[in-house]
């Protein structure tokens, strides 16, 4: 069917054609919704966020002070503050205490109390894990906060996702001071995605380039 002609024939009713326009108009809109509905229909490039374990670490709200999440996956490579990504381990989140809690919203100050950094593997490499937490010594701690320096209780949940969420290790640790590193949780991963020999024998992550 033809549209869009320079002249209409005197004898077509303009209703017609009026009501031709609107089903024209009705069928875009109808296929504009049915794309936005289509989960398939992303932009090139967008790759959906995978995880198969998920590692929280968190301490107290409003606490003043800064604990860094440190996990070594089986190749010797360690994420961290500075290195985020290691294969298929990502650091989601560097907290650092209230240091970076606070963000402005319509020109107000809103403080997300919480405290937490998580480490999400988004795949399966078999082999063993070492997860550390270190009381890290930070000069940007407000001195007068009376909670600055102080002996801080930390817990670490190792969550795995698929193909559903279990628990398969929480555990609780008191950082006494600054510059403590403590080994919370060494599990070796299997290759169909299964966890075992999980422990707390202690391997030091700060400082070490050593695999």
Not at 13 to 37: Q, R
């Amino acid at each position: 069917m033809r549209r869009g002609r320079v002249s209409r024939e005197p004898e077509v009713d303009p209703f017609y054609d009026m009501l031709f326009n609107m089903l024209i108009a009705f069928v875009f809109c109808f296929l504009i919704a049915l794309l936005a509905m289509n989960p398939k229909a992303t932009k090139a490039g967008d790759i959906p966020a995978k995880a198969e374990y998920i590692l929280t670490l968190s301490w107290p709200d409003l606490d003043p002070n800064d604990i860094d999440l440190w996990v070594q996956g089986p190749s010797g490579d360690v994420v961290f503050y500075r290195a985020r990504e290691a294969g298929l381990m990502h650091l989601d989140r560097d907290d650092r205490g209230n240091s970076n809690d606070t963000i402005m919203v319509n020109g107000r100050p809103i403080v997300n109390p919480l405290n937490q950094e998580v480490v999400t593997l988004r795949g399966i490499a078999p082999g063993e894990y070492v997860v550390n937490a270190h009381y890290f010594e930070s000069k940007e701690v407000a001195s007068q906060d009376p909670k600055a320096g102080q002996p801080v209780e930390v817990n670490l949940s190792v969550v795995k996702v698929n193909p559903r969420a279990e628990v398969v290790f929480y555990g609780k640790h008191v950082l006494s001071g600054r510059g403590e590193e403590a080994t919370l949780a060494r599990f070796t991963i299997r290759s169909d995605g299964t966890i075992n020999d999980i422990n707390t024998l202690s391997k030091r992550l700060v400082g070490s380039t050593v695999k």
